[in-house]
């Protein structure tokens, strides 16, 4: 109850904080807003990705999982039903779209995903790679069985799916990349591991690299988490979404961050 709370207080903190677009005076911000924030145009593979969702909803399924993370506040046994899994732990479609244009709008060519899932999220990143290549890396055998079966039912050959957990893993899937573009850390969500792997990102990314971290309200050591990012050297600007944030390294903008809403 006191961590809901304190979740329901955060949230009311966001929506006073908050801005929308017509309060932006960054000329950067303002058309990220425009262009990436809000809701764009349907694509037909939209439906696609979507279908693969409905069908996890409706799953009769059960899986054991392997939770390398942080753990789930839902689930405290490891055999969970698929359906309870997609409904909880599923990037809603808004958030997953949002992603797809981060990737296709900034031209994002090699996109890191730390925690695949069932590959929904996975799917939207690919499609705004159009040209480019998603890595991602996930610690649950069975998760990444279903999500393996849903590339390979999109006929995608642009996903490089490692599995194990991202801190054996992580270091030689950045070196197979020799750059990061776009990094979406979804997964371990707690301070002291989402500094390491941050920082580990950084090691590789460029004045255009763009960072996308989870659930930065999720607890006291996720707001932590986002406190150290905003404070970090190397990131000049960053944008509080509430659920997500986002972290930009451009090298010719003087240190701001935004909350917005959009």
Request: net charge negative; aromatic share 8%; hydrophobic share 40%.
């Amino acid at each position: 109850m006191g961590e809901q709370l304190k979740r329901i207080g955060s949230y009311l903190e966001h929506l006073v904080k908050a801005r929308g677009r017509h309060g932006i005076h960054s000329p950067f911000v303002y058309d990220l807003i425009t262009h990436v924030l809000r809701p764009g145009v349907e694509v037909p593979e939209f439906a696609h990705i979507e279908a693969l969702r409905t069908d996890l909803l409706e799953s009769d399924q059960t899986i054991t999982v392997n939770d390398l993370g942080a753990g789930s506040r839902v689930f405290h046994r490891p055999t969970r039903a698929v359906s309870e899994i997609a409904r909880t732990a599923l990037k809603p479609a808004a958030q997953a779209r949002l992603l797809y244009r981060l990737a296709r709008y900034f031209q994002a060519e090699q996109v890191l995903e730390l925690g695949t899932s069932f590959g929904i999220t996975t799917l939207y990143l690919a499609l705004g790679a159009e040209e480019g290549m998603v890595h991602t890396i996930e610690g649950c055998p069975q998760t990444q069985r279903f999500a393996q079966h849903h590339f390979d039912r999109s006929g995608r050959s642009d996903i490089h799916t490692v599995l194990g957990s991202f801190r054996s893993r992580l270091p030689e899937v950045l070196r197979q990349m020799g750059t990061v573009d776009l990094a979406f850390i979804d997964g371990h969500h707690a301070l002291e591991p989402t500094m390491e792997y941050t920082e580990a990102i950084l090691g590789f990314a460029h004045p255009g690299t763009i960072l996308v971290l989870d659930d930065i309200h999720w607890s006291r050591g996720m707001e932590q988490a986002w406190a150290w990012v905003k404070a970090h050297p190397r990131i000049t600007v960053t944008v509080d979404l509430y659920d997500l944030g986002l972290a930009f390294l451009r090298t010719e903008q003087v240190k701001e961050h935004f909350t917005l809403r959009y």
